[in-house]
């Protein structure tokens, strides 16, 4: 540093150290970007494999819904050849009716008339024919048989509920009867 003031020598040295400095962190800062590259390709890469997992799944699932979709309608279907031809739907909205032409024993008929608090909301309805009026809770799957006796001959009325349907809330919505008579 042959002529050049001591200002100027401290000058020339801090820039020779800088760009060595510089010289030797460039790779380094390189390094590190494209690591921080290779990390962030990496996950992405791991999304994406999770992204295809979940799509495969989903797809398995919706698959499997459809199936259950497909039994479920066929069980409801062997349940209705299971009824006999004469099951009606109740509607348990506003108090629905129903009522059977018996033949030669009259006709039967079914009121709803409401849910019966006491009993836990349990529908409740009056049930008509020549054998009685009664005023009763049933619940799906029950039979209430009522006797109509005329001395040499018995006339059975079987009064019964096949199916309950509970609309969104839990409510009875309607109900499948049927009535027949047998002597």
């Known amino acids: 540093m042959i002529g050049l003031s001591r200002t100027e020598s401290l000058i020339s040295i801090a820039i020779v150290i800088l760009v060595v400095a510089a010289v030797v962190a460039l790779p380094g800062l390189r390094q590190q970007e494209q690591s921080s590259i ?3 390709t ?3 890469d791991r999304l994406e494999a999770e992204q ?3 799509g495969r799944v989903v797809a398995v699932l919706g698959s499997d819904l459809a199936a259950v979709d497909v039994r479920s309608d066929r069980s409801a ?3 209705d050849r299971m009824f ?3 099951a ?3 509607d348990l909205r506003g108090g629905g009716n129903a009522q059977w032409d018996l033949a030669e024993h009259g006709t039967a008929r079914i009121e709803f008339l409401g849910e019966d608090d006491d009993l836990g909301g349990m529908p409740k309805f009056r049930v008509s024919h020549r054998a ?3 005023t009763l809770t049933m619940q799906a799957g029950q039979t209430v048989r009522a006797v109509d006796d005329q001395g040499a001959r018995q006339i059975s009325y079987l009064t019964t509920m096949h199916r309950l349907r509970l609309d969104r809330s839990g409510r009875p919505d309607a109900a499948l009867f049927s009535v027949v008579a047998e002597d």
């Open 38 to 40: 290779s990390k962030v």
């Open 42 to 44: 990496d996950r992405l």
């Open 52 to 54: 295809q997992r979940l």
């Open 77 to 79: 279907a062997q349940l």
């Open 84 to 86: 006999p031809s004469s």
């Open 88 to 90: 009606v739907w109740l």
């Open 132 to 134: 009685a009026q009664l």
